[in-house]
T-cell receptor
């Protein structure tokens, strides 16, 4: 499994962009990068995923470096409700499909008023 | 994406007893997963439950303690057997839909006294 490394915690001012880095230097060619977040006492929420191209949806943007060894999740205008633990996950690619999600410790993003 | 209904949402149980947690999905899914989240910790994968085959357990988890059933493509149960206070956790089920990401239930908060 491609192991990911994330900072333990980060702060961000409300209304500013939050940039959350993730290192996945052992990622293989078919493995995707997934981002989830968990707001206190809730189940994990899907944010975005990508393979090699940058991706954007209504929640966030995902920037993947050309060598795919790292990525950055961008929340363009952080709000207090974005305070959560953010997980960067690279599930193994087995049998032609992505497999189980293994969670690391994630990054606790604290959005400050 | 799929909608997951997990029951019960919470329970308080006596040590030595067993609790069965149900996970119902509104779509047919091949891959279902069960996780445990101990207080203040990240999610830990217990097992992968694919319909038509025995569940595959992660290191540190055994079938005698966490028996899993997967009778069809929309339903699964996880039993926490012979409970002790160390089993107090949030238990979550998750599914993977073809072409989509992974969706999580809201969890079962278990307290063993």
């Amino acid at each position: 499994d491609a192991k990911t490394t994330q900072p333990t915690s980060m702060d961000c001012a409300e209304g500013r962009a939050a940039n959350l880095p993730c290192n996945h230097s052992t990622i293989s060619g078919n493995e995707y990068v997934y981002w989830y977040r968990q707001i206190h006492s809730q189940g994990p929420q899907y944010i975005i995923h990508g393979l090699k191209n940058n991706e954007t949806n209504e929640m966030a943007s995902l920037i993947i470096t050309e060598d795919r060894k790292s990525s950055t999740l961008i929340l363009p205008h952080a709000t207090l409700r974005d305070t959560a633990v953010y997980y960067c996950i690279v599930p193994p690619f087995l049998g032609g499909a992505t497999n189980k999600l293994i969670f690391g410790t994630g990054t606790l993003l604290a959005v400050q008023p | 994406s799929a909608v997951i209904s997990q029951k019960p949402s919470r329970d308080i149980c006596q040590r030595g007893t067993s609790l069965t947690i149900q996970c119902q999905v509104d779509s047919q899914v091949t891959m279902m997963f069960w996780y445990r989240q101990q207080p203040g910790q990240s999610l830990t994968l217990i097992a992968t439950a694919n319909q038509g085959s025995e569940a595959t357990y992660e290191s540190g988890f055994v079938i005698d303690k966490f028996p899993i059933s997967r009778p069809n493509l929309t339903f699964s149960t996880l039993t926490v057997s012979n409970m002790s206070p160390e089993d107090s956790s949030i238990y979550l089920c998750s599914v993977k839909l073809q072409g989509y990401g992974y969706t999580f239930g809201s969890g079962t908060r278990l307290t063993v006294v």
